[in-house]
């Protein structure tokens, strides 16, 4: 579904190729289904107020200070 080449010791050029687009595409079409089921019975007020607040996790997330590869490490 897609070739990986090498740049350099630590990064690759990934590309799709026709099989992978179309199920790239047929993922982004099942999202935007799941998506619109989930948000068709909430208001329009209470869409506002979801966007806000996951929006508000995913910032708190990306501010936090914290290690989540140790776990991990101490599994191993």
Request: aromatic share 6%; proline share 1%.
């Amino acid at each position: 579904m897609a070739t990986t080449t090498p740049i350099n010791e630590e990064d690759y050029k990934i590309q799709l190729n026709t099989e992978g687009i179309e199920v790239a595409d047929n993922l982004l079409k099942r999202r935007d289904k799941i998506t619109e089921a989930a948000y068709h019975t909430l208001s329009e007020n209470e869409q506002r107020e979801l966007d806000r607040l996951v929006n508000k996790l995913i910032e708190d997330y990306a501010n936090r200070d914290v290690n989540y590869n140790a776990l991990g490490n101490i599994c191993r």
